[in-house]
């Protein structure tokens, strides 16, 4: 693991849920192929931890697959339902019924106790998601879902200050991560942070060879109306370093994750469809 310390600003408002046990999430997930389901686990860093889980069809809880881990950071002002709300299930299934890609599980967790609070790069989220214990997220997908049990089979795809904690995971702990997309990444005030990250560990970046793909909408109100310059200069910043990776600017498209999933690329494929392959390639390395 790359270790880097940054100093960012104090984390207020991101911290433990009640630690009363949840009493009306769903813990039997029997059943729940091809669905979205919402639970909570209890974590080490976080306490309790509310998330939506995506399980792809034929799924059950004593089958004998491993499937790859996506985990989706939602933005400022989501929770775990930021997903759900805008990607059917129903799309999902389809998808992985008819090769385009090939199945797997996506957990989204909710960020902060506290709308508006999240980040993800505060430490008991960074534990959260990097650590290997017992008592955080990837030895839950592991024992209850059997997704990530290769390590290198664990991607992120963040949206908004979600893509910000992408960039942030994929330039600090690139040997976690089998791939990294960041949709909208307008968090300017971390930009030059996220800069000396790259600087710093390129040459781990490089060597761990993580694939990294940025969007942004042409009409994303924080570019238009407040100049926000977070995904092109942290383009040309890792261009300049020699950092592979996609970059691709949607014509039309808005700041809304739906936006962004939604947008039909010329070869007539949704970004949604294109990205789950971009993260599905890197599982096959």
Request: charged share 25%; net charge neutral; with cysteine.
């Amino acid at each position: 693991m790359l270790v880097l310390t940054v100093v960012l600003a104090p984390s207020t408002g991101c911290r433990r849920f009640d630690p009363a046990e949840p009493t009306d999430e769903v813990r039997d997930f029997t059943g729940r192929g091809g669905r979205y389901t919402r639970s909570a686990f209890l974590s080490d860093s976080r306490g309790w931890v509310f998330f939506n889980v995506y399980l792809p069809p034929g799924w059950s809880p004593d089958g004998p697959e491993a499937y790859p881990l996506i985990i989706f950071l939602h933005g400022q002002m989501g929770d775990e339902h930021r997903f759900t709300d805008n990607v059917r299930a129903s799309q999902l299934n389809g998808w992985i019924e008819n090769g385009s890609v090939a199945p797997f599980v996506l957990i989204a967790p909710r960020g902060a106790d506290r709308r508006g609070a999240v980040q993800w790069y505060y430490s008991e989220n960074e534990r959260l998601l990097t650590s290997e214990e017992d008592g955080e997220l990837r030895a839950y997908a592991r024992r209850v879902f059997r997704a990530g049990l290769d390590g290198r089979a664990v991607s992120l795809h963040g949206h908004s200050r979600g893509a910000s904690g992408t960039l942030y995971f994929a330039l600090s702990h690139s040997d976690k991560f089998a791939s990294a997309v960041a949709n909208a990444f307008v968090s300017d005030y971390v930009l030059e942070r996220w800069k000396s990250l790259a600087r710093q560990n390129r040459d781990q970046v490089l060597a761990s060879g993580i694939p990294l793909r940025m969007t942004i909408g042409t009409r994303d109100h924080y570019v238009t109306r407040e100049n926000r310059k977070g995904s092109s200069e942290m383009h040309e910043h890792l261009q300049e370093l020699g950092v592979p990776h996609e970059y691709e600017v949607l014509e039309g498209v808005t700041h809304g994750f739906s936006s962004l999933w939604r947008y039909r690329r010329p070869d007539g494929k949704p970004t949604g469809l294109h990205e789950l392959q971009f993260h599905a390639r890197s599982w096959e390395r």
